[in-house]
């Protein structure tokens, strides 16, 4: 049994081919006003009447009727609980990937520049960078339509890795249903405090805290459109690592992949939610004609098909290029968050790309292995972002304040060289400063 998904073809010779793509790459955009107000309603209230807000939205929004929030707050022993209570083959898993996920980001603290650093000039001025890690994150983790304890690791063991002191989990249980999954790996990661509650209500209770929940510095991790408009709000008060979009993945293809693997690679993303947008870049017309093939064939034994059916039909673009190297050029303007090179020599074409989220190269390296066990994270830019943004990381969980110690004999000249600005933006004060410090 097969069925018959109709995904758009688009042809890089075809004119107006980028205005064509770059307005499928946009998302509609008539329900965020909307949401933006109702989640300005929600923050408002949470900042003003604390616990009180977040057990009535709870209780509105996820059926939970409960008397304070301390309710809400699961222990360490049922975290631990939870760890012992899954099956070997589950905690097997959830240990290998907790372990590579760690190993990595350890790595990247050393790699990425996150310690401090200071050099001496000849007149015993001394400059550097102080990198200390946050004192509280708060991390936002899907429970609704799905639970995700991949995102606890992603978001949980970098913020550890960097140092953070205390990390607070927060995850929807709808009609008080917990993951034993998201809470197992919440105790692998050293999460400190979970609370069952989600949506913008949980963003605001950790923006501004409440009478239970302390305010955090930063929140990161993924969430419905009313958690990202209620992070894009709340910016400024805390930090936060992003604004996630809906899933994408972008393929590079030269042909010789197994058409079945890259339709399901497709369909990876596509099963997330309707608005997520799967896309393969192939110069190959009989390939593309046998990834849909593949599409059509495979489509009717996924569970989620429906949902994989409604985003390959509105949102999926199958596109013929003219070479591997028009490809790379495509995707860079795509930027997109997954982007798979299934090529025969696919660190070469690896080369030519500038953005993308996260860059798997090889026939034998699926998208869904970066997001479970890999190692690197799976926190990454969405909607084109990728031009200027990076995947979360421990660098995200430290912040960098500047070193300067000027020795005597540094402020003879230095001063004078400030003197001599500050008269010139007409700040007297600063220069007056300076001046008093140099030698007569």
């Known amino acids: 049994m097969s069925v018959d998904v109709k995904v758009k073809r688009l042809n890089s010779k075809d004119a107006g081919f980028r205005e064509t793509l770059l307005s499928s790459l946009s998302l509609p955009m008539a329900d965020d006003a909307a949401i933006d107000a109702a989640v300005v309603k929600i923050l408002a209230q949470v900042k003003a009447d604390g616990d009180a807000a977040v057990l009535s939205f709870t209780k509105q929004f996820d059926r939970l009727n409960v008397a304070g929030v301390t309710e809400l707050e699961i222990t360490q022993e049922e975290l631990k609980k939870a760890y012992e209570g899954l099956s070997a083959e589950q905690k097997t898993a959830l240990d290998i990937a907790a372990q590579r996920v760690r190993a990595y980001h350890e790595k990247q603290k050393i790699e990425a520049g996150c310690h401090s650093w200071e050099y001496e000039e000849a007149d015993g001025t001394r400059l550097g960078q102080k990198v200390t890690a946050l004192d509280r994150v708060g991390i936002y983790v ?73 305010p955090v510095d930063k929140i990161v991790g993924p969430g419905n459109a009313y958690v990202a408009a209620a992070k894009r709000r709340v910016f400024g008060t805390v930090g936060i690592d992003m604004i996630a979009g809906p899933s994408e993945i972008l393929v590079l293809c030269d042909g010789s992949s ?21 896309i393969l870049l192939c110069p190959d017309e009989k ?20 949902v994989i059916e409604t985003s390959l039909a509105n949102r999926a673009l199958l596109m013929q290029v003219k070479d591997m190297s028009e490809a790379c050029e495509i995707a860079n303007a ?9 090529a025969t020599d696919a660190r070469k074409w690896s080369e030519l790309i500038r953005h993308a989220g996260a860059i798997f190269m090889g026939n034998y390296t699926s998208e869904s292995l970066g997001d479970y066990c890999a190692g690197p994270n799976h926190v990454l830019p969405t909607a084109r972002t990728a031009r200027f943004s990076s995947p979360l990381g421990v660098y995200d969980f430290i912040k960098r304040s500047s070193m300067i110690e000027v020795s005597e004999a540094g402020a003879q000249t230095l001063g004078a060289v400030a003197s001599t600005l500050a008269h010139g933006e007409g700040l007297t004060a600063h220069a007056r400063a300076a001046e008093m410090r140099i030698k007569k």
């Open 142 to 214: 899907p429970g609704g339509k799905a639970a995700y304890p991949s995102s606890v690791l992603m978001n949980a063991i970098p913020a550890k890795v960097a140092g953070v002191k205390e990390v607070i989990m927060v995850v929807p249980t709808p009609d008080g249903a917990r993951n034993p999954l998201v809470l197992a790996a919440a105790h692998l990661s050293g999460v400190d405090r979970v609370f069952t509650i989600g949506g913008a209500q949980a963003v605001g209770a950790l923006a501004y805290g409440t009478q239970t929940i302390p």
């Open 258 to 278: 197994n058409p079945d693997w890259i339709a399901m690679d497709l369909f990876s993303q596509a099963e997330h939610d309707e608005l997520a947008q799967s």
């Open 287 to 306: 390939f593309i004609e046998q990834v849909q093939a593949s599409i059509n064939k495979l489509l009717p034994e996924m569970p989620r098909k429906k």
């Open 334 to 342: 795509i930027a997109a968050e997954h982007l798979e090179i299934c």
